[in-house]
């Protein structure tokens, strides 16, 4: 089974698949190797905690009825 990138990395040397402009296939290569996948993880979970506690965060303009 190959990871997403890998399979990216395919595509876009077959012609199948372009990056967006300025992006290149040795760039994402170096951003997946910067991080070990628990990392990554860690960080993604840290994100998403982050953002719904924004959806929890009591409003203090909404009044009550």
Not at 15 to 42: N, S
Not at 51 to 65: G, T
């Amino acid at each position: 089974m190959k990871t997403p990138l890998e399979r990216l990395t395919e595509l876009h040397e077959h012609g199948l698949a372009t990056l967006k402009e300025g992006q290149t296939i040795a760039q994402l290569q170096q951003q997946a190797r910067a991080k070990t996948d628990l990392q990554a993880a860690q960080e993604m979970q840290h994100a998403k905690a982050q953002l719904f506690a924004l959806f929890n965060k009591p409003d203090s303009k909404r009044k009550a009825a």
